[in-house]
Structure formats: C-alpha cells, structure tokens
C-alpha cells in the first residue's frame, strides 16, 4: 500500500487523503480508491502477476488511443505491480439494471435503453481495437484456441455432467468435444475478444455512458463469444424479444466495420451459446456443487432453462452430445434448485445412494515436502500422493503469505490462474475410479495426499476439494487432515 501512495504522490505531487478499498472481481487484483484535497479520485490496482498487469496497461493504452471508453492508465510502477488508472466513478450496468433482473426478467424502459448503449459499442472495442493491436500483449495467450474450448468443455463434463449421473460414451462424447473446439475456432479473423464481456464489467458515468473494465484476459477471437456470453448470462434471464433487439442493435453496429451474412452469423452465434452455456454450468457446478455456494446453486435453473429453449431450435448438431444434453434437461426441472437433492451444503441425493451402505472411510491430507510425507498407520501403505508443485504458487506472493488454501482470496487467484483447476481434473478422475472400485469390493480405508511446498496453499486447496467432493458424490466417511495448519475435519457418512 505505501507503494501505491508513493506512486500517487509521484504521479500527482501531493499524498492521498483517503484511501478506501474496493471489493474486486473474481480476480486476484486489490483495488484501492485514492482521492486527493480537492475531491479528485484515481484507482490504485496492486496485482500479483506482472504478465496480467502487462496485458491490461497494454490494452487500456492501445484502446485509450483508440478513443474507445476504457480507463485510461495514468502512472505505472517500474515492477508493473501497481498502477494508477482514471476513477469511472461506483456504479456499474449491473447495479442499474438489477430490478430487471430481480424481477425475473422484466426490464423496463430505461434498464433497456442502458443494455441498447452497451452492446452497440461492443463492436469497437472488437474491431476498432484490434486494429494495430499486438496481440502477443495478450495475457495469458495471443488467441483462442482449440485447448481452451477442450478445457472448458471438460470443466463442463467433469464439474458438472458427472455429479448428475446421465449415462455417456466417453470416447463418442469427446470426438464431439474435438469437433466443437475446431468448430469454434475455425474462424480466424483479426478480432479483439474481450473473453469477460458482462454487466458487472460495464461502469456508467454521471451520463449513464458505458465504460469498459476488467478486459486483461482478452485476446484474439470470435465476434460471437462475447455477444452469447452477454445475452445468454443465465442471471440476467433476458427474455428472448430483448435478446433480439439487442442482437440488431449489435449488427446495425457491426456493420460500420464490415458486411455481415446475417444468417451465417446468427448460425454461428447459437454455436457459442451452446458453448458458453456449458461453460457456466461447469462453473455453476464446481462453485455450487463443490464449494457448497448458493448463489451458484441458484444460478443452475435458469442456466439449464435456456439449455433447454437452446435444444428446442435444433442447435446442437453433435449427435452424442445432443444426446448426452437432452437426457441431462428431461432429468432435471426447470427453475427447481433443490429437486436435485441438493441444498445450500451441495450434498446430493444421488451421491448418498452410492455411499450409503460403504464401509469404505477415505483419509485425505495435505502436507509440506519439506517435512516429509505422511505416514499411513492404517498398515496399507499411504494410498495415493500427489505433487502439487508444478502449479502456481501463490505463497510467492506477499498477499498471500499468511493465508492458506481455506481463504477465498487463494482460492480466487488459484482458480483465476486455473492450472489447478486442470490438476484436479484429473486427481478427481482417478479418485472417483477408485473409490468406486474400493466400494465395489467392501475396502474399508483409502489414503490420499497433497504435497506443495510450505503446505499451505495449493496442497490444502486440493485437499479440501477432493474431501468435499468424494463426500459429496458418494457419502462415504472423509477424514481431512490439513497437518501443517494443525486443522482436522470429518465428513460423516450420509
């Protein structure tokens, strides 16, 4: 922080009077108010990654001089650690439309008029801002390609279609996945995607004039990712007349920049609802299901509402995962959170009936290599070890350095890095085969453990989520042990 008031004071010659902190985003970027004696504001970013502040004074600069409304950075440390950008004042579009949304859909004249500004300057920041854009600024890559659409669609299968139980072929189903990602990414247009494109990233000034935020994880992709991932926020339920209008509104603008085959486009832009739709229930699931949020719970319902009216128009063209998705839709009811069996814990009914009867206890910790592994004194040997070194260490940063992986500014930056995400993928994989098999087989213990360096970041987030997890899916007994910090936990069977 006195840092960042040094920079300040650099920047405009004179100390802050009033520093107030700034709830963020999902990131792992702290943002701090600074105003001055006469009542004129900055923002203060202080973020942990240099390469993600890079990409963002990178392209609020080159957009900046684009005319294109983005804060405009003023002053930046020699680290790139901190820096300085123009106040857009405390009111986002997601604040001004929030009787729309809370009302289930209903927006008004004024909340309307707000979406109509917003999407007709999307087109700008897209296409006007890639002219001259060095895309190689991009954070943490130049352009979408197909490894980010099999990540997030194996987020999707992992996350969320396993929990449900619906039968799949595994191998029919990532043939599709694979004919998806090279679907989307097809085109290879010199266009900026903006990647976070939602209300909650879009500030209004005094004027109610939209301001573009939070764009450092943009790079070069499609024109229609960002429109579906606007339109379709399952939130938000946009009732499909104002889809439309705004989808007009957006191509009357596009059109500025270049000739539109407006079939084509809107053939494509169904693809990427469909994708972004399975995107966020993969999210929905791992942040409802898993870390037990309700909030995410609750966003499953209308999320699955518009799986369902997506299936209706025939927009799925992979046969197994068409399949795959309308037996998932006819399983779950719409709008019905808790007919899952599911409540804000996230424990799940059909995971009861797989564990119920078990003897099987699972023994999980996390540990510190530098004091050795855990020894097993069930006599069976010590189970599975995991190295969870090869990821993102956030103990390498101050921030961080007294919190362990149970706090949720950890678990922001390790999930907003996402090589966890990927690691888990296939821990859970492997611990769902062979718990199942240890079931099967009346087995009566099973140990698994997660090593990092200091034992307090990423080996006790990946421990808790795996406890959480095999509890929840298949009610088993779970003994977590977190040795470093001391901390012991059961999850009792169901």
Known sequence: MEQLIHLFKEHTGHEPVLCQAITGSGSNRQYYRLTDAEGEALIGVVGTSREENHAFIYLSRHFHEKGLPVPEVVAVSDDELRYLQRDLGHRSLFDAIRQGRESGGHYDARECELLCRTIALLPDLQMRGAEGLDFAQCYPQAEMDETNVMFDLNYFKYCFLKTQNVDFHEMRLEEDFRQMARDITESKAQTFLYRDFQARNVMLDDKENPWFIDFQGGRRGPLQYDLASFLWQASARYPQELREQLIDVYLQSLR????????????RLRLFVLFRLLQVLGAYGFRGYFERKKHFIDSIPPALDNLRALLAEGACPYPHLRQVLCALTESLPCREAESRGTGVSGTSTQGKAAGEASPLSVRIFSFSYKKGIPEDESGNGGGYVFDCRSTHNPGRYEPYKQLTGLDEPVIRF??????????????????????????QRGFTDLMFSFGCTGGQHRSVYCAQHLAEHLHQKYGIEVRLFHREQNIRQTFSRH
Not at 256 to 267: C, I, L, P, W
Not at 417 to 439: K, P
Request: net charge negative; no cysteine.
């Open 256 to 267: 500025r920049y270049t000739e539109v085959d407006e079939a084509q486009f809107r053939q």
């Open 414 to 439: 390790l999930e907003d890095d996402g090589e966890i995400l990927t690691f888990l993928e296939s821990v859970f994989r492997l611990a769902d085969a062979h718990v199942e098999r240890y079931i």
